[in-house]
């Protein structure tokens, strides 16, 4: 299904789209989601001054693998984010909640 965009804002051109199509607004929620985690695992690997091979030697995997999680283009299990969290020195907090419509699936909070 393709949309026409008119020159509208990105909010009401992401709202046309979305509209009647939940599944399509869940696929790009998730997107967002893997963007943002891939966001954090760079940045957090940089704060902490080690590169990706550094990273891939201290989890056991290959440097590729870092660099797909990084790029978002690597389903990162739940297994493997713990192990670089455990390794980057970062604590995870889940809240679970009701979200509402157009709410970010994931959002993170600094401390």
Not at 47 to 59: D, G, S
């Amino acid at each position: 299904m393709k949309s026409k965009y008119t020159g509208n804002s990105f909010k009401e051109h992401y709202d046309s789209i979305v509209k009647n199509n939940p599944k399509m607004e869940l696929e790009i929620q998730l997107e967002m989601a893997k963007a943002d985690l891939a966001e954090l695992i760079f940045a957090y690997r940089e704060k902490r001054q080690m590169t990706q091979k550094q990273l891939a030697e201290e989890l056991g995997v290959r440097q590729q693998v870092i660099s797909r999680i990084e790029s978002g283009t690597n389903n990162i299990t739940l297994d493997t984010l713990l192990r670089i969290l455990e390794v980057l020195h970062i604590s995870l907090k889940v809240h679970v909640a009701k979200r509402v419509r157009h709410q970010k699936i994931l959002q993170f909070i600094s401390a």
